[in-house]
């Protein structure tokens, strides 16, 4: 069933790889940083997750594990699910 699947699985067949290129993240979840911006971010492991050169070039692509990216998406969802909910309960009490 298409509900079973997890953020993982949905990575996995959306990359078909376990490590995914972090231009490919940046240009899907963070389309407002630019080139400059991301490997900025990366340098310094800003990102919620970690980034890695398979090789020492400081010209290397720099990747990410679907396994933990999948792990971080799955924990903003469920931050902001929480926050939301909290506040659409707080509305409706304010509304009796």
Known sequence: MLTDLTTYDY???KYRSIHIKLEDIVTEYYPNLCREN???KARQQKFPFTCFR???SQKGAFF???YEF???IDKIYSDQ???FQNRTQKAIKSLN
Do not use: G, Q, R, Y
């Open 11 to 13: 990575l996995f067949l």
């Open 38 to 40: 991301m490997l900025t």
């Open 54 to 56: 398979i090789d020492e």
């Open 64 to 66: 990410v594990s679907i």
């Open 70 to 72: 999948a792990k971080v």
């Open 81 to 83: 699910h929480s926050i």
